[in-house]
């Protein structure tokens, strides 16, 4: 079985980083899962959770028949 984590804030969950000027980020939310960023890796996903105060939510994949 295989585990990906979602960073969710409020309702909304997120979806990518991007750069703007002077070092600093803007952060895209998605209002659902389906456009949400999954992340493999769980210090990825716990960086990104303390920077925009969100949680950490681990989702198991099965395969399904």
């Known amino acids: 079985m295989k585990s990906v984590y979602v ?3 409020g309702n909304l969950y997120f979806k ?3 750069s ?7 952060y895209t939310m998605a209002d659902n899962l389906d456009d949400a960023s999954f992340c493999e890796d769980f210090d ?3 960086k990104r959770a303390e920077e925009i105060g969100g949680d950490i939510y681990k989702i198991n994949l099965e395969e399904v028949e």
């Open 7 to 9: 960073v969710k804030l």
């Open 16 to 18: 990518e980083k991007a």
């Open 20 to 26: 703007i000027l002077f070092g600093k980020y803007r």
């Open 44 to 46: 990825y996903a716990k």
